[in-house]
Nanobody, 123 residues
Framework: QVQGVESGGGLVQAGGSLRLSCAAS????????MGWFRQAPGKDREFVAA????????YYADNVKGRFTISRDNAKNTVILQMSSLKPDDTAVYYC????????????????WGQGTQVTVSV
């Protein structure tokens, strides 16, 4: 069974930084584009960022562009989301996901999902 294990979430003050990591197992990692999504209470899951199979191309939601950076290490089957200048609106459960497709912003394109990690940004 494919697994994705996120780590690095926690509580941080507004303006602070966090680094999320997702370790994937039981899949051929470099065949998959990887994405990060988030879901706040009472809201739909939303796209945050994605990285292509090689890591050469990255994609961001407008509301995180310039503050978040996604990267991957294919040798370690890991995808990273570096978050800075965090805002209370960034509070959510963050999920990593894997897709064989190219519709990076569409959650339904992703076949495999991690269990999520909570990020809470206080004022």
């Amino acid at each position: 069974q494919v697994q994705g294990v996120e780590s690095g979430g926690g509580l941080v003050q507004a303006g602070g930084s966090l680094r999320l990591s997702c370790a994937a197992s039981r899949l051929t990692f470099n065949r998959y584009a990887m994405g990060w999504f988030r879901q706040a209470p009472g809201k739909d899951r939303e796209f945050v960022a994605a990285v292509s199979r090689s890591g050469g191309s990255t994609y961001y939601a407008d509301n995180v562009k310039g503050r978040f950076t996604i990267s991957r290490d294919n040798a370690k089957n890991t995808v990273i989301l570096q978050m800075s200048s965090l805002k209370p609106d960034d509070t959510a459960v963050y999920y990593c996901a894997a897709t064989l497709g190219n519709s990076y912003g569409e959650s339904r394109a992703y076949a495999y999902w991690g269990q999520g990690t909570q990020v809470t940004v206080s004022v």
